[in-house]
């Protein structure tokens, strides 16, 4: 099991930055990639960035140039440092740790490898 906890959700105005912290324990030798996931109040749940190990990180195209998601391996954290801030960014933010296997040429979730952070309230004031 992984066990994944966020901080740094916060109440900012447009413009303003904020980093995101998500700090796993358990077996984490079992996951290889690490993303963050955000839902607006009556929204699906969207992709906002991706990590792995030898890949470029990916975006979500509303928040490239503006989000940057990182590693500290040896503190077991990944962050999201979420600069320029816009209404629009408003949603509650996952951290997700999963693992994901090459087939067919695409990468594919592995089952019984996918786990979820509590979530962190991310809201931005115009």
């Known amino acids: 099991q992984v066990q994944l906890v966020e901080s740094g959700g916060d109440l900012v105005q447009a413009g303003g930055s904020l980093r995101l912290s998500c700090a796993a324990s358990?077996?984490?030798?079992?996951?290889?990639?690490m993303a963050w996931y955000r839902q607006a109040l009556g929204k699906r749940r969207d992709l906002v960035a991706s990590?792995?190990?030898?890949?470029?990180?990916t975006y979500l195209d509303s928040v490239k140039g503006r989000f940057t998601i990182s590693r500290d391996n040896a503190k077991n954290t990944t962050y999201l440092q979420m600069n320029s801030l816009e209404p629009g960014d408003t949603a509650v933010y996952y951290c997700?740790?999963?693992?994901?296997?090459?087939?067919?040429?695409?990468?594919?979730?592995?089952?019984?490898?996918?786990?979820w952070g509590q979530g962190t309230q991310v809201t931005v004031s115009s």
């Open positions: 358990g077996t984490i030798g079992d996951i290889n990639t």
């Open positions: 997700n740790a999963a693992l994901y296997v090459m087939i067919d040429g695409r990468w594919t979730l592995y089952r019984g490898h996918d786990y």
């Open positions: 990590i792995r190990s030898g890949e470029t990180p």
